[in-house]
Nanobody, 117 residues
Framework: DVQLQASGGGLVQAGGSLRLSCAAS????????IGWFRQAPGKEREAVSCISSGDGSTYYADNVKGRFTISSDNAKNTVYLQMNSLKPEDTAVYYC??????????WGQGTLVTVSS
């Protein structure tokens, strides 16, 4: 079974940083893209970032470019999302996702990120 274990959420002040981790299992890591979606209260779910574990290509939503960095450690089957310069509008539940294309297919449990102003 595919399992995606997200961790690293928490409460941080605006301008601060957090690092999310997603430990993956149940599939061949370098054959999938893995990344993050988020959903804020009352808003639609949105794609945040995605990385192809095979070739390292990345995607970032426009509203996180320059502030968030996604990376993967293939030896640990883990993907990280370093989030810097956090804003209150980054407050959301962040979900780790994985799939053969565009990080779509499997979802892990969410981790809550709260950015206070």
């Amino acid at each position: 079974d595919v399992q995606l274990q997200a961790s690293g959420g928490g409460l941080v002040q605006a301008g601060g940083s957090l690092r999310l981790s997603c430990a993956a299992s149940g599939f061949t890591f370098d054959e999938y893209s893995i990344g993050w979606f988020r959903q804020a209260p009352g808003k639609e779910r949105e794609a945040v970032s995605c990385i192809s574990s095979g070739d390292g290509s990345t995607y970032y939503a426009d509203n996180v470019k320059g502030r968030f960095t996604i990376s993967s450690d293939n030896a640990k089957n883990t993907v990280y999302l370093q989030m810097n310069s956090l804003k209150p509008e980054d407050t959301a539940v962040y979900y780790c996702t994985a799939g053969p294309v565009a990080c779509r297919g499997y979802w892990g449990q969410g981790t809550l990120v709260t950015v206070s102003s």
